[in-house]
């Protein structure tokens, strides 16, 4: 099983470098906490189980409005790959489930 995430500043249509991103249980237990690369990218994050996953986005030096971004998502097939981006703007945000 492998999980990426990707973030991309909708506002300038580049990528959010330097992005501190959370991994956690939803119950709260951290499992990992990485900054995204030059291409605002996470490659891989230790999900290795099924269950209910959430990715907390620090956002606040984008979005004057969404200090943070929480999202919850699950994972019923540890075998496949999961990709969670983000598209962020200073007022708005919208993410989908990748390939």
Known sequence: MSLSTHVLNAATGRPAAGL?????????????????????????????????????????DISPFYPSVSIDFTIADPAEHHHVPLLLSPYSYSTYRGS
């Open 20 to 60: 501190l991103v959370r991994l956690a249980t939803v119950e709260g237990t951290v499992l990992a906490e990485h900054r995204t690369d030059a291409d605002g990218r996470i490659k891989d994050l230790p999900a290795r189980v099924a269950g209910v996953h959430r990715l907390t986005f620090e956002t606040g």
